[in-house]
T-cell receptor, first 115, second 110 residues
């Protein structure tokens, strides 16, 4: 079983809604990530948090707003999304000593549908 | 821009046979190359990594080979089992950014 927990597993929202995706890990990892994955495509990096500070933003539109309230939690706030934002959103974390080797632990994802 | 890609989108193998999944990369500055497995309905799972100064690394039933001359990465799975059926992604990391390649579907026939 994955040690990165994502909620909700499925989310359907309208283009005017505001919703949030949540991610939690208790492995003591200090790097956390959001990836977006479209069907039959590889995951694409969106954001990286290192020690609770945003370190990488891959030019993601402002309708996606990440938040890292503490070392165990990572949120992705969603507002005014478009149907093309429908995808699987994956959260991941990594141990400080393994971040540079690419060993990330992924959750099972939140499948988002924007109507 | 720099990218990591795969040669074959789908690979079908008989149970018990060995599987070889290939990947071409273009960023020679990457520090590590990694293989991930993604089963249906799940997130990617780390399989094995190899540092850029190595040619070969073995794990349990898996071997990763790195050929820097031709910028080629491969994953060998010995005695392939039905549980190995998944999408396999090669990936590279440079400056804490993990970038995935296009993926290969591995189907294991019983």
């Amino acid at each position: 079983d994955t040690e990165v927990t994502q909620t909700p597993k499925h989310l359907v929202m309208g283009m005017t809604n505001k919703k949030s995706l949540k991610c939690e890990q208790h492995m003591g990892h200090r790097a956390m990530y959001w990836y977006k994955q479209k069907a039959k495509k590889p995951p694409e990096l969106m954001f990286v948090y290192s020690y609770e500070k945003l370190s990488i933003n891959e030019s993601v539109p402002s309708r996606f707003s990440p938040e890292c309230p503490n070392s165990s939690l990572l949120n992705l706030h969603l507002h005014a999304l478009q149907p093309e934002d429908s995808a699987l959103y994956l959260c991941a974390s990594s141990h400080p000593g393994r971040t540079t080797t690419g060993e990330l632990f992924f959750g099972e994802g939140s499948r988002l549908t924007v109507l | 821009g720099e990218s990591v890609g795969l040669h074959l989108p789908t690979l079908s193998v008989q149970e018990g046979d060995n599987s070889i999944i290939n990947c071409a990369y273009s960023n020679s500055a990457s520090d590590y190359f990694i293989w991930y497995k993604q089963e249906s309905g799940k997130g990617p799972q780390f399989i094995i990594d190899i540092r850029s100064n190595m040619d070969k690394r073995q794990g349990q039933r898996v071997t990763v080979l790195l050929n820097k001359t031709v910028k080629h990465l491969s994953l060998q799975i010995a005695a392939t089992q039905p549980g190995d059926s998944a999408v396999y992604f090669c990936a590279e990391i440079a400056v804490v950014k993990l970038v995935f390649g296009a993926g290969t579907i591995l189907r294991v026939k019983s």
